[in-house]
């Protein structure tokens, strides 16, 4: 790691929303060292915070209170139909002690020129995780305004790392390209098993089996990936002998022109992605 381990420590931090993403980054950041007490959230539903009361030990409330304005940190982790009443109530403790909160979106489809113009010209970086966060294997696409210094940065880094691994990027464009591969990444993973699953039916196999070859099938290559240095088409040819089974299933699929109709459903997502963050911009 190329920063200092201990850097979320001695940080305070304010969870606008207490759903999956925001119990999963709480979670990691307790993990990673970050003591409970420095955790307030501020989440409507009365037994969504007894429960992050009970089982995180964290502060609790309804809507943001004093607690938010010493918060070195703010992550604004409520649905996108929510985030101006979010803000709203929020406004009034940012900066209120004088301080200067970094603030993490992973609000979907919140552009970061969006943020700047409800919040105010506040420390920004935008985040896009993907719901393999919530048992730590995460993949998040950051991306952040001019302002931010690398020692911001490397907080950033640090709070999504509590749940998985991350990458930079430029600009709310980049971030779109990110949604359209890894935010929306593993629903293409369980669409491709669930094929395998009902091919296996179709071959004799039952539902279980079915489901167990995929999924360790689906482990191992990212694992062989993981361990290589060699291009996805060399691994690929490795397994491909001509005239062979894989052959004669990679040849239907480019039949049919599977690669094709992926990688143009993987536009779709991130032209997708794009349109919401229009669409939330006018709200």
Not at 31 to 53: Q, Y
Request: negative net charge; glycine residues 8%.
């Amino acid at each position: 790691m190329a920063y200092n381990e201990n850097i979320l420590d001695s940080l305070t931090f304010g969870f606008l929303g207490g759903g999956n993403m925001a119990s999963a980054l709480m979670e990691g950041l307790i993990s990673r060292g970050v003591p409970a007490t420095s955790i307030c959230v501020a989440v409507p539903s009365e037994n969504s915070r007894n429960r992050l009361a009970t089982r995180l030990g964290v502060h609790a409330t309804e809507t943001p209170d004093a607690t938010f304005a010493n918060c070195d940190v703010i992550v604004l982790a409520v649905k996108p139909q929510q985030l101006r009443d979010a803000i709203a109530s929020l406004k009034p403790f940012l900066n209120s002690a004088g301080l200067e909160s970094l603030v993490i979106s992973v609000v979907a489809g919140a552009r970061l020129h969006d943020l700047q113009r409800w919040l105010g010209q506040m420390l920004l970086v935008r985040a896009m995780p993907n719901t393999p966060a919530l048992v730590r294997s995460g993949m998040t696409g950051l991306a952040a305004t001019p302002e931010i210094c690398e020692q911001d940065r490397n907080i950033a880094t640090a709070v999504m790392e509590a749940v998985g691994r991350c990458i930079w990027v430029e600009s709310d464009d980049q971030i779109d390209a990110v949604t359209a591969l890894s935010g929306s990444g593993p629903a293409y993973i369980f669409y491709f098993m669930e094929a395998m699953e009902y091919a296996a039916l179709e071959l004799g196999l039952n539902a279980e089996q079915g489901r167990t070859l995929a999924l360790e099938t689906f482990r191992g290559a990212t694992a062989l990936v993981a361990h290589s240095s060699e291009s996805l088409a060399t691994l690929r040819e490795r397994v491909t002998s001509k005239g062979g089974t894989t052959h004669a299933a990679i040849n239907s699929m480019d039949t049919d022109r599977v690669q094709a109709a992926f990688i143009r459903a993987l536009h779709a997502a991130a032209e997708r992605g794009r349109e919401m963050g229009l669409e939330l911009g006018l709200q």
